[in-house]
């Protein structure tokens, strides 16, 4: 069993940036792949951001390549999204999840955060 816990979300202006956190308890978090995705009011749930299991293969979403940066720290089972120049269309509910391999769907994913929430306003 893995439990996830997002932080690091808030409301900025257009242009600046934001660190997400996802720590996780329980045992193996360096086993598991990790994802973010995000869900904008109204509409499904996107990739955004997926790492592998040791940190060395990293996958992002189109519009946030450039922009965005998944890291891990596996001794403090932590995964990271950092966020720069943002945009309001990146507005969401921000999710962390970890699963067994990294995919761009949310199916292979096994746990989830509950999530944080970022506003960007313009």
């Known amino acids: 069993q893995v439990q996830l816990v997002e932080s690091g979300g808030g409301l900025v202006q257009a242009g600046a940036s934001l660190r997400l956190s996802c720590v996780a308890s329980g045992r193996a978090f360096s086993s598991y792949a990790m994802g973010w995705f995000r869900q904008a009011p109204g509409k499904e749930l996107d990739f955004v951001a997926g790492i592998n299991s040791s940190g060395r293969y990293t996958y992002y979403a189109d519009s946030v390549k450039g922009r965005f940066t998944i890291s891990r720290d596996n001794p403090k089972n932590t995964v990271y999204l950092q966020m720069n120049s943002l945009k309001p269309e990146d507005t969401a509910v921000y999710f962390c999840?970890?699963?067994?391999?990294?995919?761009?769907?949310?199916?292979?994913?096994?746990?989830w955060g509950q999530g944080t929430q970022v506003t960007v306003s313009s």
């Open positions: 999840a970890a699963g067994p391999v990294i995919s761009r769907v949310k199916a292979p994913y096994t746990y």
